[in-house]
């Protein structure tokens, strides 16, 4: 994936692809055109690579040709084509190939043919290495087409966002989606593993548990995993800058995610602010901060049953419960106004079925 800007983009065609359909149709106009002398016409900034590399193919005798225009703004078309650069070449009688690197409304092409049949040329035809028939609005006759492509914005090979991107080798797509990161928010033993596994399904999301993974690293008994344990065993927190860098390798491991749940993190205010620190970086931010609200004694009766069942040690011993309450009264629990602060917190009843409680999430989510 690259990021151009503030958008992010990821492989559409391969170089060899193109390489490949170039040749095939290079093969085609040096039939086409034998023992004829074309003027290929290039459309600059966008069609140089393709150009290049076509021109490279071609047997025949031929001569080139550059014309300039332009008629986007970043990445929806102005509709407004204007003529930079002219041409120097007489095109009269002459057999003429407009060499393009996208077709998509058709406007430009359309005012370019309309320029060059003032010219009258013997014979116009037309290349492009990228046509959008849902976009195309026009009924002029496209003779070569490399790729028949949808609407979606491409940069690379030539094609450029808001002018960079034209160094590609590959051709890239844009990636658009609105991200959801949902920090759920509670007490232990409020639901929200539980409700993660639901949600995380619904809306695709990737799901990180910052208890699971220190499980997971003690259970393989890593260095991590070590230095956790004595933390965890005593229902105290791992050290702030331990959690957030094995965070930060988490998302950068799923940096395709269309989303996360953040579960168990952030648990101190340093961390909430680091973990804003890390998605901007990546320009993601924290879309919404769901708090389940269930009292103390429903918890700790919840805890107990669920420390019989799984054998997590922090689960089975009251007063290593009643400490992480404590401690989430204290350390966690004023993250809901640094949240409410930045409009993103809601609270949600934690109390009732599974079903209800995760309908309600999924409200605030859509
Ligand atoms: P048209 O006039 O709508 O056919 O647009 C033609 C011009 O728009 C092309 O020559 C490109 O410069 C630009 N364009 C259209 N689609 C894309 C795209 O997906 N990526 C980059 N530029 C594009
Ligand atoms: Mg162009």
Redesign the pocket.
Known sequence: MVKLNDKFFEPFIPYSAIQKRITEIAREINQAYKGKTPILVG?LN?SILFFSDLLKEITISCEVEFIRLS??EGTS?TGD?KQVMGLKKDLANRDVIII??????????ENLTHTLSKESPKSLAIATLLF?PNAYQKTIEINYVGFEVGNE???GYG??YDEIGRNLKDIYVIKEYNMINLILFGPPGAGKGTQSDLIKDKFDLVHLSTGDMFRFHLKNETELGKLAKGYMDKGELVPDQVVIDMIDAKLEEEKDAKGFIFDGFPRTTEQAVALDKLLADKNWEITHMLSLEVDEDELVKRLLLRGKDSGRKDDQDESIIRNRMSVYNEQTAPLIDFYKKQGKHQAIEGVGSIEDISGKIAEALS
């Not at 393009?100 to 092409?109: A, K, P, Q, R, S």
């Open positions: 459309v966008g008629s986007y078309t084509v393009e690197d996208i077709v998509d409304t058709g406007i430009t092409l959008k914005f491409l940069v094609l450029d």
